[in-house]
């Protein structure tokens, strides 16, 4: 796979002139970008569309957790702007996955991707919400889970992958958010890991943010990315 497509970078920030401006700062080098809560609660859907307008691949990552006929219907509004992926929490269930996983049909283009275990939660944060389970059994669980309703693939920390990749096979889209690059600090990351460690591990995609977006020259940063990526 063309390092360039397995990298998707976060535009978490508080108004359209900003993600526009790293838009055009990255150009044709980046091709996919994950627009979360913040964006679209700041800046509406219109900022998903003018991306899908310029050709890019949009990740929309709506961590969806609701009732199965709301969360398809939230499916459908996505699959509806163009997005390219969108995400599901599995802690919600099989019947929620299975929903979004249904929905998702009359939008080919579209993949549903399961979120396992938020990347920041512990074994003591799981712990304090009644999951007995260790974050890595419990990421396992919810793979093995999202796989059996459908879901393209699954949100995943670096430090997980490389088990989930022997247990999902080879198709299943493995993403991985949490990372930074070597000597980074690694900011609210419980169990970060570089960007080449997760693809070698068997990651399809990583997702980058503030190593990027927060980078006093976002291209050099998206290049030096890239570049550890390159075999
Ligand atoms: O930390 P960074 O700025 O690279 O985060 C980019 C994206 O990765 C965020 O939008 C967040 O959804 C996700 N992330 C995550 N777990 C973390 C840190 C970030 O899932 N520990």
């Known amino acids: 796979m063309d390092p360039t497509s397995q990298i998707i970078v976060a535009l978490d920030c508080d108004d359209r002139a900003t993600a526009d401006a790293l838009v055009e700062q990255l150009g044709d080098a980046c091709r996919a970008y994950k627009v ?12 998903v569309k003018a991306l899908v307008a310029q050709g890019k691949e949009v990740f929309l990552d709506l961590k969806l957790f609701e009732i199965p006929h709301s969360v398809a219907a939230a499916v459908r509004a996505a699959g509806a702007l163009g997005v390219s992926m969108i995400t599901v929490h599995g802690m919600g269930g099989s019947g929620i996955m299975s929903a979004a996983v249904e929905a998702a049909r009359d939008f080919p283009g579209m993949r549903v991707l399961a979120l396992t275990v938020v990347t920041s939660m512990t074994d003591a944060d799981l712990a304090d919400i009644g999951v007995g389970d260790a974050a890595g059994e419990q990421v396992h669980r919810l793979a093995r889970l999202a796989q059996k309703a459908g879901c393209h693939g699954v949100i995943a920390s670096p430090q997980d992958v490389a088990t ?13 958010p949490g990372v930074t690059l070597p000597g980074e600090s690694p900011a609210g ?31 050099t940063a998206f290049h030096t990315v890239r570049t550890s990526l390159t075999p």
């Not at 979360?36 to 900022?47: I, M, S, V």
């Not at 989930?164 to 991985?176: F, K, Q, Y």
């Not at 995609?205 to 006093?216: L, Q």
């Open 164 to 176: 989930l990749r022997s247990n999902l096979g080879p198709d299943a889209l493995i993403v991985t």
């Open 36 to 47: 979360g809560l913040q964006l679209l609660t700041a800046a509406g859907p219109d900022a």
């Open 189 to 219: 990351h419980a169990r970060p890991g570089t960007p080449h460690a997760a693809i070698a591990a068997g990651a399809s995609h990583v997702v980058v943010g503030r190593t990027v977006t927060r980078a006093a020259n976002p291209a």
